[in-house]
T-cell receptor, first 115, second 114 residues
Framework: EPEVTQTPSHQVTQMGQEVILRCVPI?????FYWYRQILGQKVEFLVS????????KSEIFDDQFSVERPDGSNFTLKIRSTKLEDSAMYFC?????????????FGPGTRLTVT | DAKTTQPPSMDCAEGRAANLPCNHS???????VYWYRQIHSQGPQYIIH???NNETNEMASLIITEDRKSSTLILPHATLRDTAVYYC???????????????FGTGTRLTIIP
């Protein structure tokens, strides 16, 4: 069964450093998302992406964040200058336009720890 | 998104049916009910969705009341691997097909007891 994959599984970085989180969505999916979950808190939407542009973004997704689909398979989330409060699990998700749009498939997540 | 209310936690004996309720009294006529679950720190997993008819798939059944103000997710024979947080989500009506965010609440923490 196709699945969303994410790398790395755990990333430790120092405050102020740039990080890139990588995702490989399910191959025939066209809609891509990033969510995050701070430890013990709710899963929060960050951004959705379709046709090589951002469709929607939350208040969390400020100028420090960017997303890119550099090739036909990868979908990346970049944080330019990490802060302590960026420590969280980051989940990538994808969905297929041929299914009802809220049926999203999530990856296993990347645990980002900012020290 | 329509507001949903779920009990914070539930226990269920292994092998029994787990019935997870959700209230969504402000749901609109064309809004679907979605269920996801999250097994400890893993990515959320889609389970099932429905509009007004009962639905069943290989994972679960979804019973939606006739007035659509509440629903119940049923795991027919719960196993230890079903221990997870279960989220009932009623997203806003689809405007841009295939492009809508999910808003997760706190869900129901279901513990399957051996």
């Amino acid at each position: 069964e196709p699945e969303v994959t994410q790398t790395p599984s755990h990333q430790v970085t120092q405050m102020g450093q740039e990080v890139i989180l990588r995702c490989v969505p399910i191959s025939n999916h066209l809609y891509f998302y990033w969510y995050r979950q701070i430890l013990g808190q709710k899963v929060e939407f960050l951004v959705s992406f379709y046709n090589n542009e951002i469709s929607e973004k939350s208040e969390i997704f400020d100028d420090q964040f960017s997303v890119e689909r550099p090739d036909g398979s990868n979908f990346t989330l970049k944080i330019r200058s990490t802060k302590l409060e960026d420590s969280a699990m980051y989940f990538c998700a994808s969905s297929d336009r041929d299914t009802v749009s809220y049926e999203q498939y999530f990856g296993p997540g990347t645990r980002l720890t900012v020290t | 998104d329509a507001k949903t209310t779920q009990p914070p936690s539930m226990d269920c004996a292994e092998g029994r049916a787990a019935n997870l309720p959700c209230n969504h009294s402000t749901i609109s006529g064309n809004e679907y009910v979605y269920w996801y679950r999250q097994i400890h720190s893993q990515g959320p997993q889609y389970i099932i969705h429905g509009l007004k008819n009962n639905e069943t798939n290989e994972m679960a059944s979804l019973i939606i009341t006739e007035d659509r103000k509440s629903s119940t997710l049923i795991l027919p024979h719960a196993t230890l691997r079903d221990t997870a947080v279960y989220y009932c989500i009623v997203p806003r009506s689809i405007s841009n097909f295939g492009n809508e965010k999910l808003t997760f609440g706190t869900g129901t923490r279901l513990t399957i007891i051996p």
